[in-house]
């Protein structure tokens, strides 16, 4: 019902910058928040980003200061802009769209496919 693809992954070298977009397509009356996530071999998958309808903002500790979550709603499209790039980065992100809870914050309903970021001199 909704189909969110991902650009703009690969090789960077630390200190660097990227940006990943996701355009979203479909049903997308139905989202209302926006989302990114990583997993890197042997971690848990953990939020990196969000934004709701309305805003508001949620990065992890980790990235706070060099990543910024974006949206353009005439082109029902999320971005993540990263800058000063660590190897830590490396990871696959993905592209979510859900919705924003009072309590628990951001909650994911639909993926993207993921897409690799490599940081490495």
């Known amino acids: 019902q909704v189909q969110l693809v991902e650009s703009g992954g690969g090789l960077v070298q630390p200190g660097g910058s990227l940006r990943l977009s996701c355009a979203a397509s479909?049903?997308?009356?139905?989202?209302?928040?926006m989302g990114w996530y990583r997993q890197a071999p042997g971690k848990q998958r953990e939020l990196v980003a969000a934004?709701?309808?309305?805003?508001?903002?949620n990065y992890a500790d980790s990235v706070k200061g060099r990543f910024t979550i974006s949206r353009d709603n005439a082109k029902n499209t999320v971005y993540l802009q990263m800058s000063s790039l660590k190897p830590e980065d490396t990871a696959v992100y993905y592209c979510?769209?859900?919705?924003?809870?009072?309590?628990?914050?951001?909650?994911?309903?639909?993926w993207g496919q993921g897409t690799q970021v490599t940081v490495s001199s």
């Open positions: 479909g049903s997308i009356f139905s989202i209302h928040a």
């Open positions: 979510s769209a859900g919705i924003w809870t009072n309590y628990s914050g951001y909650v994911p309903g639909y």
């Open positions: 934004i709701s309808s309305g805003g508001s903002t």
